[in-house]
Each structure stands twice: as C-alpha cells, then as structure tokens.
C-alpha cells in the first residue's frame, strides 16, 4: 500500500508568508549618552593604535596609516560587537548571566583589544620603558585628528549606535520595538523613551533622552530655581550659592553687637527689628562693658533709667556697638554717674534690732575684765612686783667690771712702763 504523497513544499510557503507579513518597521532611536560617550572613545582608541602601531618605523607615520587603520577598527568592533552575545553564552554557560555592567564597558574592552593587537615589539618595549612619552604622542595626535575634522562625531556616532544595538542584548539603552507601518512608527516616535530632546533652559545645550529629563532637570546648572533660603527671587542653579552668601536678603548674619556678647543670628532683612526687640539686652551688655565693677542689679537699674530718660528712637538711632555706647555716655552725663557701692552699703547696713543686741550683750573685753580670775591676776602681778624690788639691791652687791676701753688703756701704760 502506497503512502500518501506529503507536500513538503506547503511548509516553506507558509513560513515565507508569515515572515512576509511580520513587522516591517523598526524603532531606531536609542539612549543618546551613552551613544555620544561611545563615539567619544573611538579616537583615543584610533590615535593608540597608529601610534604604537609606527613606534620605530622609519618611513612611517601615524598620519599615514590613519585611514587603513580606521577601517580595520570599525571592521573589528561591528565583528566583535555581532559575535560578542554568542560568545558570552558559551563561555557563561546560559544567556542570563551577567556579562558586563554596561554597554560603554564592553566597547571600550573591544577598543583596547584593538590597540593591543596593532602594538609592535618596538611600542612594547618603549611602552615599558617610555610610557610618558607614549602618552604624550597619542595625546597630541587625539587633537590633530579633532583639528583637521578626521572623524566627525556625527559619523563616529552612527558606528556606536550600531555596536549598541548589537551588545545591548537586554534592550536596556535602545528600543526594539517593530511596527507593519510607518504611520504606527511615526506615532511611536513622538512617546518612545529613547527619542531625543534638548534642554530648555536658556544656556543649556545638553541632549538627551526622553528617559532621562528628570534626572538632568535635577543637575541642570541653567535650570531656574526659587531661592534656597525662601527670599522672593528665583535664581540659575549654578549661581544659587553665592546668591545665598552674598547677596540674598534672607542670609543670616551675625548680631552688630555681637563683639560684646550677643549669639544670635539673624536673616539680613531682620537686623533692624532685631535690634530693636533686643534693645534692653544691648544695653546691658554695653553697661558690662564700661561699669566692669557694677553688680548686675545696678546695671538693670541703669537700664531703666536710661529708657526713661531718652526716647526710643535716640537708641534705636545706634546702629553698632560704638555709636550706642556713645548714645549711653551723653545719657550718663545728663543722668549723673553711677554709684557702683551704693548696693554693697545697703547690705553692710545694721538693723535696729541688731544694734539693740549688741548693747544688751556684753562685749569679750567686759566679760574679761569681769571674770573671777581679776582678784587672781592682780596678786600674781604684784608678787612680780615685789620680787622686782628684791632683786635691786642684788645688782648693787654685784663688783663692777672694768670696760673694754679701761682695760685697752692699761694695757697701753704697761707697754709703756720699762
């Protein structure tokens, strides 16, 4: 019994009809950082591997070998970048596994790949031993290729949008999204996240992705902000801080009289209401200073006296700690001076009640002079007396002896006598 004839051909038809009228339009935008910081480390890159690649050559240059050298590095990135998903899963064992942070990281890697194989046995031994050096030429030759327009950023992003796209295998920077017409993709293109944008504030050229517009409009130095310290105006973000310290009425200051003892810090606008509210403390402080000796009652009593006797706007008119201890002596001297004992002799004062207690008790001398013992001391002085004159008639028994003069005299006559 013959099998019924199978159409192998039905299968294929149907699959090219369903690969026919899939999705013919792709989203091409991506994160335009990240593109632009790509294209940036394309020319380090190319000046690093002509530089090493002529190290040692007489008749070459990095000049001459720029284009040749630029070719084969766009060749090996777009090849490495294609290649770079598959090969991560088999060295990884899975394709989700983590092979890189960033898309900038595995490029850059890719770059420096590149320079490393273009390196000879002479830029390896003068990359030893000259390394400065090295540094220094692929350095000038960066800025030669920017002067003379080499490569244009605009072309260098172009090649970096495509490596992106090839490493970004999780569709984290760029979109991928897929559309049966371009009416559908033209609407995509106004929402999509990764369209660009330029910055509004006026100085700001910055460009980036629809994504990313919160978080320059964080960092943006031309975005206009209401002051930080809550006064009326509205400054540029880079200007906001010498705004604060220098110019904004808000800011705080010290006291005027702080040299004499006031803490406080006050907003700028303030000053002067300030130093009216604390006016009576700035009296005090100044009266400290010119009575040093004066208790702290006295100098509150002053205080007083001195809001009696002259108007309010008289002090309020010291703006400092000199004009007001200027306003304080006229005052004084219209006053009169300031007894500074006047307190310490009210309280050495006796009351009548202790004058009266004093006269009633007898004082240590009367009590001395009445104790029994008198009649004792008085018998003991006058035996001393008495032995005294006993003692007299003593010292008249007594011979008396010649001086020291007498005896020099006799001594003299004797040496004198033969």
């Given at each position: 019994?013959?099998?019924?004839?199978?159409?192998?051909?039905?299968?294929?038809?149907?699959?090219?009809?369903?690969?026919?009228?899939?999705?013919?339009?792709?989203?091409?935008?991506?994160?335009?950082?990240?593109v632009h910081k790509i294209a940036q480390a394309f020319l380090p890159g190319l000046a690093s591997a002509c530089v090493d690649n002529t190290t040692g050559g007489l008749f070459n240059s990095p000049t001459s070998v720029a284009v040749d050298m630029r070719r084969e590095m766009v060749e090996y990135l777009t090849l490495r970048s294609e290649t770079?998903?598959?090969?991560?899963?088999?060295?990884?064992?899975?394709?989700?596994?983590?092979?890189?942070?960033?898309?900038?990281?595995?490029?850059?890697?890719?770059?420096?790949?590149?320079?490393?194989?273009?390196?000879?046995?002479?830029?390896?031994?003068?990359?030893?031993?000259?390394?400065?050096?090295?540094?220094?030429?692929?350095?000038?030759?960066?800025?030669?290729?920017?002067?003379?327009?080499?490569?244009?950023?605009?072309?260098?992003?172009?090649?970096?949008?495509?490596?992106?796209?090839?490493?970004?295998?999780?569709?984290?920077?760029?979109?991928?999204?897929?559309?049966?017409?371009?009416?559908?993709?033209?609407?995509?293109?106004?929402?999509?996240?990764?369209?660009?944008?330029?910055?509004?504030?006026?100085?700001?050229?910055?460009?980036?992705?629809?994504?990313?517009?919160?978080?320059?409009?964080?960092?943006?130095?031309?975005?206009?902000?209401?002051?930080?310290?809550?006064?009326?105006?509205?400054?540029?973000?880079?200007?906001?801080?010498?705004?604060?310290?220098?110019?904004?009425?808000?800011?705080?200051?010290?006291?005027?009289?702080?040299?004499?003892?006031?803490?406080?810090?006050?907003?700028?606008?303030?000053?002067?209401?300030?130093?009216?509210?604390?006016?009576?403390?700035?009296?005090?402080?100044?009266?400290?200073?010119?009575?040093?000796?004066?208790?702290?009652?006295?100098?509150?009593?002053?205080?007083?006296?001195?809001?009696?006797?002259?108007?309010?706007?008289?002090?309020?008119?010291?703006?400092?700690?000199?004009?007001?201890?200027?306003?304080?002596?006229?005052?004084?001297?219209?006053?009169?001076?300031?007894?500074?004992?006047?307190?310490?002799?009210?309280?050495?004062?006796?009351?009548?009640?202790?004058?009266?207690?004093?006269?009633?008790?007898?004082?240590?001398?009367?009590?001395?002079?009445?104790?029994?013992?008198?009649?004792?001391?008085?018998?003991?002085?006058?035996?001393?007396?008495?032995?005294?004159?006993?003692?007299?008639?003593?010292?008249?028994?007594?011979?008396?002896?010649?001086?020291?003069?007498?005896?020099?005299?006799?001594?003299?006559?004797?040496?004198?006598?033969?």
């Open positions: 019994m013959d099998l019924p004839p199978i159409d192998i051909e039905a299968k294929p038809e149907k699959l090219e009809e369903a690969k026919e009228a899939g999705p013919s339009f792709h989203c091409d935008l991506s994160d335009t950082e990240i770079f998903v598959a090969e991560s899963v088999i060295l990884e064992g899975g394709p989700e596994a983590e092979v890189s942070d960033h898309p900038y990281d595995m490029i850059a890697d890719f770059v420096d790949d590149f320079g490393s194989s273009k390196r000879n046995i002479f830029s390896r031994v003068s990359g030893w031993l000259l390394s400065e050096r090295r540094e220094d030429r692929i350095d000038d030759f960066v800025q030669e290729m920017e002067i003379n327009g080499f490569w244009l950023i605009e072309r260098r992003e172009v090649i970096a949008q495509t490596l992106l796209k090839n490493v970004d295998f999780k569709n984290t920077f760029h979109c991928d999204m897929k559309f049966n017409s371009a009416a559908e993709l033209a609407e995509h293109s106004l929402e999509c996240n990764f369209r660009t944008m330029n910055c509004t504030n006026e100085g700001c050229n910055a460009r980036f992705c629809a994504s990313h517009l919160e978080n320059h409009a964080s960092i943006c130095p031309f975005k206009i902000l209401p002051c930080e310290q809550k006064c009326s105006d509205s400054i540029m973000r880079r200007e906001m801080d010498k705004h604060c310290i220098t110019v904004c009425p808000m800011r705080l200051v010290n006291c005027p009289f702080y040299p004499v003892g006031c803490q406080s810090s006050v907003p700028h606008c303030t000053i002067q209401q300030h130093r009216l509210d604390d006016l009576h403390s700035h009296l005090l402080y100044i009266l400290q200073v010119i009575h040093k000796d004066a208790s702290m009652e006295v100098l509150k009593k002053r205080v007083e006296q001195l809001e009696e006797s002259a108007s309010l706007g008289r002090l309020a008119e010291a703006w400092d700690v000199r004009s007001l201890t200027v306003t304080i002596r006229d005052l004084e001297a219209e006053i009169g001076p300031l007894n500074v004992n006047a307190n310490f002799g009210e309280e050495h004062k006796e009351s009548p009640t202790k004058i009266e207690e004093r006269v009633k008790s007898p004082s240590k001398k009367e009590e001395f002079n009445d104790s029994p013992n008198k009649e004792d001391d008085n018998a003991d002085s006058s035996s001393s007396e008495e032995e005294c004159k006993d003692s007299s008639p003593k010292k008249e028994e007594c011979p008396e002896l010649p001086s020291e003069k007498d005896q020099c005299k006799e001594s003299r006559r004797s040496e004198d006598s033969p």
